[in-house]
């Protein structure tokens, strides 16, 4: 069996979307990514923090094109890692004030998470990890991990003392 090495990270997610500056508007004034380059209409690079990118934008395949049909194979969601629970409920709060609902959200033991599409219908998933020393486990130390409800409520306040980043 092949073994990958530990310290493996995913560096960026490429996105196919139908309308590009609807999509960078999406991830820019809601998300609060910032616009790193354009290549026209037809892609776009985004970061968190001045790196050259986290996400990929374009139109390649897609231009003018619909979201596949729910039950097809393809991306469930992408994954965005904030550092703490403050910085997840601020950014919880920003999409809400946006107009933008929720699909979703869990409290996984390993980490609380909040869902919801973007303008293409691709999933988005925002999260923040807990200390690995708080993670739940079995009796013989494999991961125990959970899906119960989150207090979104109680997210968002945690967030109410941290100013809007965006």
């Known amino acids: 069996m092949a073994t990958i090495h530990p310290q493996i990270r995913v560096g960026h997610v490429h996105l196919k979307v139908a309308d ?8 820019t004034d809601v998300l609060g990514f910032e616009l790193q380059q354009k290549f026209g209409n037809e ?20 231009l003018n ?15 965005f890692l904030y550092p703490d629970r403050a910085a997840l409920g601020q950014a919880v709060r920003q999409i809400l004030r946006a107009g933008i609902a929720l699909e979703g959200a869990a409290d996984h ?5 909040v869902y919801l599409s ?49």
Do not use: C
């Open 65 to 79: 094109g619909s979201a596949p049909p729910k039950g097809h194979t393809g991306l469930f969601h992408v994954a």
């Open 43 to 62: 892609a776009a690079f985004l970061s968190a923090g001045g790196y050259h990118h986290h996400l990929g934008l374009n139109t390649w395949d897609s």
């Open 20 to 27: 590009l500056d609807r999509a960078i508007s999406f991830y």
């Open 109 to 113: 033991g390993v980490s609380e998470a």
């Open 118 to 166: 973007d303008p293409d219908g691709n999933g988005i998933e925002l999260y923040r990890d807990r200390p690995e020393s708080e993670w739940p486990r079995a009796a013989d130390g494999a991961l125990a991990m959970v899906n119960r409800p989150l207090d979104v409520e109680s997210l968002i306040a945690e967030g109410e003392g941290r100013p809007d980043q965006s």
